[in-house]
């Protein structure tokens, strides 16, 4: 049985012009047609003299308009409203002339009342979004409709939005699931039931409740069910249960919430850290900026998908959403796959931080200008929409907020951490805190004690703390629990193997020696138990936060196309002790080192000892062991045979001198088998480009894309990093969003089908046409054989069709 909600894809068939207008445009303003999600700065080059500066990754702004024209049936009792995932910024809506909303932040979900305002036949959106006071990010935020919109029809008695909250307790074989549900029923309908219906995780019925409502116009009713031997939701392991909520009269259904959620159970101590479900984790975790690299803002959910897959494959366990409340889309893939996640508020509250990036001459903007009036809506926004992901195992109050060290501080902080445990009492807030022990002026006790978990933002950046990092707080406060809410990785560009490199603010450091401090910090945490674990800075590569002629950071383990850079492999092998992984760079090229000249060959592996052949020659073998474990039972005796150490370090490393030759690294295990090995050879010209796409299908939604990975390879099939060149890349039946190569200095527009590849690589972003039966999709280089490649559509049920389809 059909329930009378109805909610539906409101993404397609609209219209966008870009023009300095407050009022509305009149005739002489041309609009074109876009689908949202839809962020306009990336439609646009970047320019060194952009308002939005550096921080703003020196994209266009400015005020632009959408429109949509609908038709509308008018159904009798139907009750109709728009939810809105994202609007960056200041946006104002219309709907048939009248003036229908305002929402300042653009990182909060919001819904729009629509019913009143729609007429039976013709009907016209008109939104507006202000993004003119620049600049107001230190990073890049994208400009329009960024996050999808959904069209929601319901009848009078329903059940609102964000109304189902789900709870679950796990005592020995049983869980506890209490759901809470707020009804409306503003005609006091009378005989309303509500029926609470959970399913395992293989999609059998696990429990079911059902309870009367009174004919109050409004209530929340709560219904305790019991699951026995419940999966429990892990990092290992996500299982999801689906909690169907129906409101049911006679039963009819009037309406229906269907809510994903996991049973887990999450603790945080002083002592031991963090645990789930009883064990404890220490939290391997990234910090994420919003963008999409060449998609900009506007970020198709399997874009997140792929970036995803290789954070888990290099063993990345927990999210940090830097520095506002993500899409929705990435906290469902956080749950499916098995993240956990700080959940992040504000960059800035009522202290204005400075936009300073790249040769800024303007005055900063921010959201501190409406925080007074707006931040107790977004707070509760963040809250009541992402409070039944398990993947999140706590809020985050802000990040590096200047009152920290103010005197108004803990004030805005117990008011925030109140709000949070009274929307949410499940889980703890926190925030992070960069002026823990600074100097002059360091974070006041008062606002430290005010948080749940005290976050502390690059713990190493103060006198001798670089080698002791917490345990000055430790010591001093041993009740604390302690987070790294945002420390060093191990970063840079990639293919980047300069022996010396130019000073930036950054500190950029030559390949070499980039990942010392990151050794440093993860030989604290992986020895401290009472340590919740650390977010590196970043995950993936970012736009904005930059200097020309670079347009994003290359803070990112991966780049802006998630390509792996050395970083990546430098994680893995210590983060995953269950496959073997084996790097090494760079090769040593006579004709970029010079002949004979001797440079560091860096080996990233967790194998037992490695070997590095020159040719024919070994250069012997080295080893490193951490944990370095200590004799058990009795003395002298070791659990397992000793490795050869030659180093405390994390990574290998052997001075090689640039012959021309081969060089081969090989790695063995306890029993001297070889279970890796890779080799390193003199670069040569690109012979053929290849094409491969993420997925051997794509959603026929309208919505879905395609991700094609485009490499230059040389006759042996290896990478040909060293003979860039430009690519063309077509679509039949498809639109291409984005041609990118992960180059923070390449300027080229993002939609533009020629680029040049970055060390031998590019990647494809496509949308199939809606109705499309297959994309054909074309890649190209001059001299090159091109790549043609046809990906299926698949057509859901669900088209994503707007409600005049």
Known sequence: MKSLRRELSFNFDWEFALTDQPEAPGAEVAFRPVQLPHDWSADYEVQPDAPSCGSGGYARTGIGWYRKDFDWDAPAGRQVSLLFDGVYMNCDLWVNGKHAAHHVYGYTSFEVKLTSLLRKGKNEILLRVDNSHQPNSRWYSGSGITRGVTWMEHGPAHLPLWGVCVRSTVRENRAEVEILTDVA??????????????????????????????????????QTLSVPNPTLWDLDCPALYLAEVRLIRDDEILDCRRVPFGIRT???????????????????????????????????????????????????????????????????????MGFAVMDEAFDEWRHMKGKEFGSNTHESRGYSEWFDSCWQEDVRAMILRDRNHPSIVMWSAGNEIGEQITGDGPEILKEIVGLCHALDPTRPVTAACDQVKAE??????????????????????????????????????????????????????????????????????????????????????????????????????????????DKGSSAGVLDTCGFEKDGYWFYRSLW????????????????????????????????????????????????????????????????????????????LSWDVPCTGEPVTVVGYDEKDQIISRVELLPPMDAAYLTADPDRKEVAGDGEDVIQIEIALRDASGRIAAHADRTVCVTAENGVLLSLDNGDPADHTLCASPRRSTFHGRALAVIRPDRGAETVRIRAEAEGLPRADLTVPVVRNKTDGSDPED
């Open 185 to 222: 029923n503003p005609e006091r309908t009378e005989g309303l039931e509500l029926i609470a219906a959970i399913t395992d995780p293989k999609g059998r019925p696990a429990a079911e409740a059902r309870v009367r409502a009174a004919s109050a116009v409004s209530q929340t009713l709560r």
């Open 266 to 336: 999450i603790s945080f101590t002083a002592e031991n850290g963090f645990a789930l479900n009883g064990r404890k984790q220490i939290l391997k975790g990234v910090c994420l900026h919003h963008d999409g690299g060449g998609v900009g803002a506007a970020v198709p959910p399997a874009v997140w998908k792929r970036r995803l897959e290789k954070l888990k494959d290099m063993g990345c366990n927990a999210l940090r959403c830097s520095h506002n409340p993500p899409d929705p889309a990435l906290l469902c893939l956080a749950d499916e």
């Open 440 to 549: 002059p002026k360091a974070a006041s006790e008062e606002f430290l004690q005010g948080m749940d978990l005290v976050g502390v933002n690059y713990a190493d950046r103060w006198r001798g703390r670089t080698e002791t990092f917490w345990m000055e707080e430790k010591t001093e406060h041993p009740e604390w629990k302690l987070l790294g809410t945002e420390d060093i990785a191990v970063n840079g560009r990639r293919g980047d193997y300069r022996l010396e490199t130019e000073e930036s603010v950054w500190g950029r450091t030559p390949y070499y020696a980039r990942m010392l401090k990151a050794e440093k910090l993860w030989k604290f945490i992986r020895t401290r138990p009472f340590m919740i674990g650390s977010f590196m800075w970043t995950g993936i590569d970012y736009l904005g936060e930059c200097f020309w002629p």
């Open 576 to 651: 995953r002790q269950d496959v073997p992984t084996l790097f090494a760079a760079p090769y040593p090229d006579p004709e970029i080192y010079g002949r004979n000249q001797v440079i560091p060959v860096i080996v990233y592996t967790n194998a037992f000892r490695a070997e590095l052949f020159l040719g024919e020659q070994s250069y012997g073998v080295k080893a490193f062991e951490f944990p370095a474990q200590g004799m058990t039972k009795h003395w002298a005796h070791f659990d397992r045979r000793q490795s050869p150490v030659t180093t405390n370090d994390l990574h």
